[in-house]
């Protein structure tokens, strides 16, 4: 059995959930989310928390039990209490602001990169070096997070670049002095 899968996954107050067919509806104070689940995997929706189930052992069943598990907690703690990565800008001249609900970013280029937010993404800059992205959806918050991470990854000699606020930049010795002998 799934570890994952068999644990059940509770409903907070505030949140209702809704099966019809396959779809899974999630509303709660943030917002509202909704999914298709797989058609095979089993769900039942009780009072305060929601039981995924698997048809049989096999390969497919025993990697979709735990993975639709997961998606319906990621959901739930959406719509509760939502989801934030945080990016941090190294480097001279290297600096982001908002213009409206834009994202202006200044990252070395002869021009200035502008990034309008998904729906249901918002940005939020702290001072000219941290960037925070949240939302309701998971999925969504992380790939607008890797999208804006894409723009200038941290490079491994002097660490300039875009990167997530606990990442580690290995950093890389240069090219020795050419005089010293």
Known sequence: ??????????????????????????????GELERVLPGEIGV????????????SDAPAHRAL??????????????????????????????????????????LGFSHPVTIDPPAGITFAVEGTQTIRVSGIDKELVGQTAADIRALRKPEPYKGKGIRYANEHVRRKVGKAGAGAA
Do not use: W
């Open 1 to 30: 059995m799934s570890r994952i899968g068999k644990v059940p996954v509770p409903i907070p107050g505030g949140a209702t959930c809704k099966l019809t067919g396959s779809r899974l509806t999630v509303k709660g104070p943030k």
């Open 65 to 106: 039990h735990g993975l639709t598990r997961a998606l319906i907690n990621n959901m739930i703690i959406g719509v509760t209490a939502g989801f934030e990565r945080v990016l941090e800008v190294h480097g001279v001249g290297y600096r982001a602001s908002l213009q409206g609900k834009a994202l202006n970013l200044a």
């Open 44 to 55: 039942a929706v009780n009072a305060d928390e929601i039981v995924v189930t698997r048809p």
